[in-house]
């Protein structure tokens, strides 16, 4: 499979996220798919339904949310994504109650495909910078500027 179809189903994931039309994630993620997130609450399920878990739950959480694609990488069966994540907190996140506000963060994904699906996938999102945004933890003291 060319390196550009490998990227064209890590950049779909997201826009299923986005779309809420769960139906196609059986066509983008293999049966047994692993996933890998220090934050991810169904680290025991595998392949569409853990997708399907994962999606449902931010879903719930963040409205009007948005990826943006700033740059992918491919090398055999690896794409490296990385994007822009945004929405507005209107459900619970974490166990806390929505708090409304704006977050703006970062994440890096790293997705293996394997005959035409997702295989494996590893993600790093700053949770920390989300949480700061969203009010449920302080944010760090600020630096003070020399002159």
């Not at 986005?18 to 595998?46: C, K, Y």
Request: aromatic share 6%.
């Amino acid at each position: 499979m060319a390196v550009e179809q490998h990227k064209a189903i890590a950049r779909r994931v997201w826009e299923v996220f986005v779309s809420g039309d769960l139906n196609e994630l059986d066509e983008l993620v293999a049966p047994g798919a692993a996933f890998h997130d220090t934050q991810d609450p169904f680290g025991d399920q595998r392949g569409p339904q853990h997708m399907r878990s994962l999606i449902e739950m931010y879903r719930k959480s963040f409205s009007n949310m948005k990826f943006d694609v700033k740059m992918q990488i491919a090398e055999g069966d690896y794409v490296c994504t990385l994007l822009e994540a945004q929405g507005d907190n209107t459900g619970e996140i974490m166990g806390q109650p929505p708090t409304g506000k704006h977050a703006r963060i970062n994440l890096t994904d790293t997705t293996k495909i394997v005959d035409g699906k997702i295989a494996e996938n590893w993600v790093t999102w700053d949770t920390l910078g989300m949480l700061q945004q969203l009010g449920l933890v302080p944010a760090g003291a600020q630096r003070r500027q020399h002159a």
